[in-house]
């Protein structure tokens, strides 16, 4: 199971951190990911990592988010600073997959609003 949380309204040029927390037997999995999907749009991967510590980000992102992850916490976070109104949507957990492509494991998603 994935949950998620740290959604919410921010203003352009603000920060959110983004945090998945995941039951134990779904954390042993190698690659975590962050994925998002705009409304009207497909959706997309925003960023993943390893067990053991490599990373992949979108263009879009690189730059400004940081995805890390603390295995005593069993936990995946997103940090998003510098943030534009294009950002805006539901991001989701993932986990399963490969650094390049998402896996079966999908959590219920947060949102993320960014306006003025």
């Known amino acids: 199971q994935l949950v998620e949380s740290g959604g919410g ?3 352009p ?4 951190r983004l ?6 037997s779904i954390f042993r999995i190698n690659v975590m990911g962050w994925y998002r999907q705009a409304p009207g ?3 997309e991967l925003v ?8 990373t992949n980000y979108a263009d879009s992102v690189k730059g400004r988010f940081t995805i890390s992850r603390d295995n005593a916490k069993n936990t995946v976070y ?3 600073n510098s943030l534009k109104p294009e950002d805006t949507a539901v991001y989701f957990c993932n986990a399963g997959g490969s650094l390049y492509s998402s896996g079966s494991y999908w959590g219920q998603g947060t949102h993320v609003t960014v306006s003025s």
Request: glycine fraction near 18%; proline fraction near 0%.
């Open 13 to 16: 040029g603000g920060s959110l």
């Open 41 to 43: 749009k497909q959706r």
């Open 78 to 80: 997103l940090q998003m």
């Open 19 to 24: 945090s998945c927390a995941a039951s134990g």
């Open 9 to 11: 309204l921010v203003q």
């Open 47 to 54: 960023a993943t990592i390893s067990s053991g510590g490599f």
